[in-house]
């Protein structure tokens, strides 16, 4: 009796602390409000660092302040945090996120939270403003057999005289930005790394393509890593994109979310980045562009896919991005522990890729059957 006496007492007199405190942080920030510096933009893979700069005047003795954001894209299957203790009077702070992956993500710039040692009151003194955070896609050179992909289609062919050599010339390390058609691919072959040719004349375009994104299907979209799997959708869009402006054509491109096709300018990737940072597995494609000739990367088991055999007529090739599904060793040994990504895959989801794995030669076969000789399906 005298113990559960003397605990209430000691929660009754935490709550009365706790709410001194409480008034005496709102007071402070009403005169000071902090200011929580969120970027608009990063590239997949960047580290977020924040400088952040608190003014915080008394803490009672067994409180503590705390910053905290928590930023969440899709339904929660990405998410991006990050926190620091805060302390009396004024410092600056030094805010690390972790390695971000693409997405568009939403939460507020942050939040200040006062909370008792014990962990038995916690309050939001103060929260920042509503802010939106792109994460671009990583850009991956892969070279997914780009000779033979972007050959063929009246608007895709471009003057072989035209086609740069990737000589050794003057380079500089590339940055997300720059004009792709002076990246030096031989260089990149031989360190795996991104070099720029510099002093070089670029001469105009030679050719024209439309290149869309076909991102749809329930199927991926169902499964919990179907963010993953659309990165590297979107990656193998992009080094389409970066190839045929090697060759020196213009790109028209084109993904859910889009009503027209936009032409890619090198210089100025960020408008399509920004587009392909919130594309998922469940968007879909508008309508496809009325071209006599277009490429469309996809993703496998897509209704999407269907509807381009009756809906236009000229060409299409079609390139779907298979899905390499886990090993039966690789799955039993997430039953125990989780993956590189952090996952445990589901009996479910196991057995769901498998057969989105098959599912790719189905659908190849499937286009070529109905497609008549227009549709041109190849697998990457």
Known sequence: MIWGSSFFLLFILLLLLAFIQYVILQKTFRKNIPDFPMPVSVNSGENISLSLEVYIPLLLPGFRCLWKTELIWERGKRILTASTPLQRGGSLYDIHFLKTLRGLYK?????????????????????GEPVTLSVFPEFETDGIKREKNISGGEEATADPSRVRS????????YYPGDDARRINWKMFAASGQLFLRIGEEIPPPSGEVTVVLNS???????????SYYT??????????IYAFIEKGCIVNSMAPGMRDPLVFDPGKPDELFRILSSVT??????DYPDRNFFYIISHPQSDSLRDIIDKRGGERKVFIKKITPLTRKQYAKGLFMRDSMGDQVSFLEYRALL??????????????????????????
Do not use: C, P, W
């Open 166 to 173: 990737d000589e050794l010339l003057e380079v500089r390390k």
């Open 216 to 226: 749809f299907s329930q199927s991926i979209d169902s499964l919990h890593r179907s």
């Open 281 to 286: 597995a469940g968007d879909r494609i508008n």
């Open 107 to 127: 939460g507020d710039s942050g939040m200040i939270l006062l909370e008792d040692l014990f962990g038995f009151t916690r309050f939001i003194v103060f929260r």
């Open 355 to 380: 057969q989105i794995h098959k599912s790719a030669e189905e659908d190849l076969m499937y286009l070529k059957n109905r497609g008549k000789g227009r549709i041109h399906g190849e697998i990457i």
């Open 231 to 240: 990165d590297l959708l979107i990656s193998a869009f992009l080094s389409f």
